[in-house]
Structures are given as structure tokens and as C-alpha cells.
């Protein structure tokens, strides 16, 4: 096993950059994944490390060891594709087996590294099977499994649970982590579903047009996101984005008012009609009475109700503004859509972006 150090990685297509001054450090054993939009780069940066891309400049190191010239099959890295690449006439043991062979392992040992490889993924029964005779999720263990079996020092995963059902996915993504723990390769795993990257991460790596937003431990980033961007693409629903202007110690919303906390006068001092993003999780709002120590209630018309079990999910428009807001309810609470209802925003978890760049105001990183 080994770290895995990008020094200012850039990698140029003719006149567009793919990815541009990428630096970061995966510990040796860690589980970091990189996540983003479709075409931010994530997968660029994988395969850079893999070798199946050469990068236009910077530095790649493996353990201690500069790799910028070093061929693919030279760095002792193991590359899971989101199409597990399986060979379809061999069967699940020689598909495990395949690695270890081109590497002239010793049959017995081979054997015996391979039955291991099958118990620890529970596909040790589906060792004489075709690959055509397996479900999605069997392949997907058997393309991790081919993997795990050389003992790469890194374990580089490109999306691999998307071509699996929603239940498999969960599962799959279970097996994973379990994995992980027990063998504690270094891994990399690419993927633009933020579900994946808050449950299996050490930390996580949010990407934006080729650059890097945020680095950090996943809770970390999802409760200081360095900008509207990261704050809007973690979370589900995304967060609330309040375009507002402050006005007289308080946010004006449209025409409704929300009672600024006096920590982000302070912290921004704030002028009068300056124009401002707030922003407000889903599950930091609730629907609330109103009390006569109101200062100004916010009304919102219900547009949709999406019943979730143990909570619903509002979607609505602040009064008179026009604005979305998406927020939860207690699922006993008799709504409807074209009701007019009042809200509680928690002051305690407001956000506050520039608008112009999208930068976070408040609270600091």
C-alpha cells in the first residue's frame, strides 16, 4: 500500500482544460472520494493516476516514487471500470485470476489467493460461472474481487455501483466499506452521486470545471461548504438559496422580512441594501405557529407534497416573492398543495454567499 500525492496536475485537451492545478494527498490506507457534476474532472484525475492519461504538467507521486513516466502496468495500481470489464468467456476464477497470472504467480498460490478473494466477496459459489450467468451486483463483486486479488498498493473505483438498481446500490455500497475496512488499501473512488461520497469517504475531494471547490471530511464539507456551489450539491434536497437584501437589521425576502441574527451584522457588517444569497437547509426549517413574539413570520404557498414515510417534503414559494423553498413536515399534519402556511427558519444554521462569486460569507471555514 501507499499514498497517493498530486502536485499541480493539469491535463489539456487541444484548446479546453480538463482539469487544471490539482493538488491534494491521499494518506496510505485512506478512502477519499472525488466527487462533482458530470464533466468536472473527477474521472480525468483517476485515470491520470492509473496512467491511461498523461498529464500536461505538474507531479504524480506513488508512495515516495515519481510515476509521470512510469507506464500503467509499472505502478502497481488496480482500476475498477463502471462496465467491470469482465472477460465473458472466462469463468469467475479465471477472471479473479487473470492479474495474477500476466504476473507468473505460482498456480497454488493463485489458488489459494483467489478462494480468499471469492469468501471475502461471497461469490466463492459462483467460481465456475460465465459471467453472463451472473446479476449486475455478482459481476460488480467479481470486477472488485479481479482487484483485490493482485494487492495493488492503490485501488482506483470510477463509478462503480451506477449501473446498479437503487437496492443493490445500497448494498453493494455497504459491501464496500466493509471491504475497505478489512484489507485498508489505499483507494480513490470517483463518483457523482453525493450519497456515495457522504457514506464510504475518509474525505472527499468536490470538484467544479476541472478545479478543486473543498477537500475535507465529509460532515466537514457538508456543514462548512466553502461556496454556494459545494452547498448546493450536497445535500437532498438542495440546499435553500434566498436571494435577499438586508434592510434595516433584518433580510428582506420579496416582500416578507426574516430578522437578521445579530453574529453575521456583526461578522459582515452588513450595509443597508446590500444584496446577499441566504441559505437554509431543508431540515432546518419547520412549520410553525404563529407567536406573538414573531418579529415577521415568513409564509410559504404549498406547490407540492411528497409524503416520505416518516417525514414529507414541502415544496413551495415564499408569499409575494416568487421564491422556491423546499423544507420537511411532520407527516401527520393535514396540508395541502395552494395552502398558505407559516414558517420557522433555525437563525442558528443560516448561510450567508456572495452573490456575485458564491463564496461563503458566513459561517467562515
Known sequence: MANVKLEKITRRFNNSTAIADITFEVPDGEFWVLVGPSGCGKSTILRTIAGLETATSGNLYIGDTLVNDIPPRQRDVAMVF???ALYPHMTVAENLAFGLQMRKFDRKAMR???????RSLDIFHLLDRKPKQLSGGQQQRVALGRAIAREPKVFLLDEPLSNLDAQLRDDTRAELKQLHQRVGITTIYVTHDQVEAMTLADKIVVLNRGKIQQVGEPQTVYARPANRTIATFLGSPPMNILSATYAGDSFKLGEQFLACPAIIREKLQLREGQSLDMGIRAENIRVGDIKENDRYPLFV??????PLG?????RGILA????HISFYAAPELSLRAGDRIPIQLDLDRLFVFDPATGDTLYPLL
Open 310 to 314: 416518516r417525514e414529507t417534503l414541502i
Open 301 to 306: 404557498e404549498i406547490k407540492v407534497i411528497e
Open 320 to 323: 409575494e416573492s416568487g421564491v
Open 112 to 118: 489459494e489467493r483467489v478462494e480468499k478473494v471469492a
Open 82 to 84: 463502471q462496465n467491470y
